[in-house]
């Protein structure tokens, strides 16, 4: 009998099984390169972009790596030739597999200028970053980045020039100073309060700020100019000023049941969630939404025109004085006393529905009801100097208008917490409120703020 000869290539599964197995086996190798081979460089994200730096400088630095995991990161400032290290940090591999290392690592960067030794001058960050990929011949992926810096610690020079020698608690007053070097801020610090400064017109580097006095200020204790450049570098001169004493005045507020079914259906928007009776409601409106009230007039007129628009003295509607600026009242239900507030401008009352002018030339910056000070005009009069007309029954002017000395504006009303017929007139600088008497007096003007200007 004759032996049969088979011919492998009648056996095709045999050569399926064999490709498939190279095939599965050439998948892997794939798979694995891509996975502990992967090309994704590490993320650098630094908050604050470094540029200008003064004495001392503060970053967040931000870094991730999405695939093999962050495996070394080290920051330094370089100088010509000096180099320093400022942070380094090696990440342990976490496992075998390909996401090996930590993802995502945040930290601070301290940048002393003195104790690294660096000089005003050009110099470079680099942030180098590297991951557990075995791409580059195991090395991994590599992230370096290089940020140019300027570091400038020199701040510019301030001096005094001359200023007001006595201020009263809600009173004004003003410093002339000189700035050499650039600043990108300048101003009067007093008592922890900034005023800005505003150039002195035809006068070189020579700048003015008004300066105002909250009514309940019992000492001058930090008072001085300062100047900030765009590295952060700040000045200061200081100077001395003294305080004048002032007499309080009181005052009481009686409130009664009509008076509260009058007024508080007007304020049902300031009162959702608020409970119990009228009396409660009123001592909210009272305290509460005054509050709200005179924080945002605040916020509106700390940020004045650098040029001024009013000139000469700030004009008094005719009427009868009312009430005065920092009057100290006692509010009385029945007799019994319920609250206490201090009223920061003055009420004039003429007749019914009287025209109120605006006291001085300047720019309409709010125009709308305000709270308990009911339909409000507050105008910018430029160099910090603000007026506010209150409790108007209509109002003719628009925000962004600009007004002339004695044009009309509006009309005396009885909206907000207004027990009858009236203006409230205040005058504030840089969102503080401060005496309007002064700013209605032409020699206190003359002598207090134009002869600086001049």
């Not at 056996?11 to 086996?25: C, E, H, Q, R, S």
């Not at 002393?112 to 075995?134: C, H, N, Q, R, Y």
């Not at 409790?391 to 600009?402: P, Q, T, Y």
């Amino acid at each position: 009998m004759t032996k049969r000869r088979y011919n492998k290539k009648l056996l095709p599964g045999k050569n399926i099984i064999l490709a498939t197995i190279v095939f599965m086996v050439l998948i892997a190798v794939i798979v694995v390169f891509l996975f502990y081979f992967e090309r994704e460089k590490p993320e650098v994200v630094i908050k604050g972009e470094p540029g200008l730096v003064s004495l001392e400088q503060d970053y967040t630095l931000s870094l991730a790596d999405h695939k093999s995991g962050l495996r070394h990161a080290e920051v330094k400032v370089v100088q010509n030739d000096l180099e320093k290290l400022i942070k380094e940090k090696n990440f342990q591999r976490q496992s075998s597999l390909p996401s090996a290392g930590t993802e995502r690592w945040q930290t601070n960067i301290s940048l002393d200028i003195e104790k690294l030794g660096l000089k005003d001058g050009p110099a470079e960050l680099i942030i180098e970053v590297s991951d557990f990929s075995l791409w580059s011949f195991f090395r991994g992926n590599l992230t370096r980045k290089v940020y140019s810096l300027t570091v400038d610690t020199e701040p510019p020079k301030v001096s005094r020039l001359a200023s007001s020698r006595h201020m009263k608690p809600g009173g004004s007053g003003i410093a002339v100073y000189s700035v050499k070097g650039e600043s990108v801020s300048h101003g009067i610090r007093l008592n922890g309060y900034f005023h800005p400064g505003c150039p002195l017109p035809g006068k070189k580097k020579r700048y003015a700020a008004i300066v105002g006095l909250p009514f309940n200020t019992e000492k001058i204790q930090d008072l001085w100019i300062e100047a900030r450049d765009e590295a952060g570098n700040i000045s200061k001169a200081r100077f001395g000023m003294s305080l004048k004493d002032v007499v309080e005045r009181h005052d009481r507020i009686n409130i009664s049941d009509n008076f509260l079914d009058w007024k508080i259906p007007e304020f049902s928007s300031y009162l959702k969630g608020v409970s119990g009776d009228q009396l409660d409601k009123f001592l909210y409106i009272n305290d509460e939404v005054r509050d709200r009230n005179n924080s945002k007039i605040k916020h509106i007129c700390e940020d004045s025109a650098d040029e001024r628009y009013w000139e000469g003295r700030f004009l008094r509607m005719p009427g009868k004085k009312m009430s005065g600026y920092a009057d100290r009242r006692t509010y009385y239900y029945g007799d019994q006393e319920i609250d206490n507030q201090v009223h920061l401008g003055i009420d004039l009352a003429s007749y019914r529905h009287a025209d109120v002018d605006a006291a001085n030339n300047g720019k309409v910056i709010f125009s709308g009801y305000l709270g308990i000070y009911g339909n409000t005009v507050i105008v910018d009069h430029g160099l910090g100097v603000f007026s506010l007309y209150a409790h108007l029954s209509n109002i003719l002017v628009s925000r962004g208008d600009l007004v002339n000395k004695g044009e009309k504006i509006g009309i005396t009303g009885t909206t907000g917490m207004a027990g009858g017929d009236h203006l409230h007139f205040s005058m504030l600088v840089n969102g503080i409120f401060v005496d309007p008497v002064e700013w209605w007096d032409q020699h206190w003007i003359e002598v207090s703020i134009m002869d600086f200007l001049r």
